[in-house]
């Protein structure tokens, strides 16, 4: 039992495998396999950021939710760029869909740029509501991919899986602080 791990197959369910079958870099590539998931992977991979950013601004602890965002960012940029490589291989995509570490980095880029350029500080449901919009902004211009947005993905490799989520990010980031505005009087 020590070399088994349960890991979502391509139908959404969990099964055993081995860990010395598993190609681990595609596993990261997949935020530890949520990009396997058969229902918007996109959108798996962006849910653990804005909802410890939603937990963390809750609590009343911006710094930490900044700290918490920067090191996700930096995780999900470095192991985007270092193993989206292997699942491009396997699958032959230039963008597969199971790589969702770009929506993790991304959406901890959205929620890393508002805490300092909020006027003021968020505390109980507006947090809720700002890590909901956040989610929803940036799941939007992610999927939209607005120009310029879009030319960004013909970077080689995990660069351009990476770029335009990236600018993606910083579109919703700003739409959010003009919700916040208009909605809390931010």
């Known amino acids: 039992m020590r070399n088994l791990l349960f890991v979502f197959d391509l139908a959404g369910f969990y099964r ?5 079958s598993m190609n681990w870099k595609r596993w990261i590539a997949t935020c530890f396999g949520l990009g396997w998931l058969p229902v ?21 602890a911006p710094a930490a939710a900044t ?20 699942s491009i291989a396997a699958k032959g995509d230039d963008d597969p869909g199971e790589v969702v570490m770009d929506e ?3 959406q901890a880029l959205t929620f890393l740029i508002i805490p300092p350029l909020a006027t003021r500080a968020f505390c109980g449901w507006e947090s809720i509501l700002l890590a909901g919009i ?6 939007a211009v992610d999927i939209v991919k607005p120009w310029p947005i879009r030319k960004l993905e013909r970077l ?3 660069w351009g899986i990476l770029a335009d989520d990236l600018a993606a990010g910083v579109c ?8 916040m505005k208009l909605l809390v009087r931010v």
């Open 40 to 60: 918007a992977p996109g959108s798996w991979g962006s849910l653990p950021p804005a909802i410890l950013f939603g937990l963390l601004m809750y609590a009343a």
């Open 156 to 158: 080689p490799a995990g």
């Open 67 to 86: 700290a918490v965002m920067a090191v996700m960012l930096v995780v999900g940029c470095v192991a985007c760029v270092l193993y989206a490589p292997a």
């Open 16 to 20: 055993l495998v081995s860990v010395r």
């Open 134 to 139: 956040g989610f929803l902004a940036f799941r």
């Open 172 to 179: 919703s980031a700003i739409l959010v602080l003009v919700a």
């Open 104 to 106: 993790f980095a991304a």
